[in-house]
């Protein structure tokens, strides 16, 4: 059974920064790639950053520019380094292994992010 551990979450003022990390048991991480999601209250989860197994990385709109995807494959771990938070960004951010428009593997519990002054 994979699990997924999330953590880096808090509360930071628009403008500010966090990194978020994930880190998976068992080998998921060889020849997968990676995903960080999030849900804000009232909304479905969406994808905002994916980073394949050789290193190529895609964003969600909303955030190029400001959010990096990055995987250590020898700790299983992914990170996601967020810049110039906005108040949309506000939501549980989760990890997880994409499969076309659904994920392979049962959800974390997540980290919270909320940006407000």
Not at 35 to 49: D, F, I, M, S, T
Request: glycine share 12%.
């Amino acid at each position: 059974q994979v699990q997924f551990v999330e953590s880096g979450g808090g509360l930071v003022q628009p403008g500010g920064s966090l990194r978020l990390s994930c880190a998976a048991s068992g080998t998921i991480f060889r020849g997968y790639a990676m995903g960080w999601y999030r849900q804000a209250p009232g909304k479905q989860r969406e994808l905002v950053a994916e980073i394949q197994s050789g290193g190529s990385t895609s964003y969600e709109d909303s955030v190029k520019g400001r959010f990096t995807i990055s995987r250590d494959t020898a700790k299983n771990t992914v990170y996601l380094q967020m810049n110039n938070l906005k108040p949309e960004d506000t939501a549980v951010y989760h990890c997880n292994v994409p499969d076309g428009p659904f994920v392979k593997h049962s959800w974390g519990q997540g980290t919270q992010v909320t940006v407000s002054s």
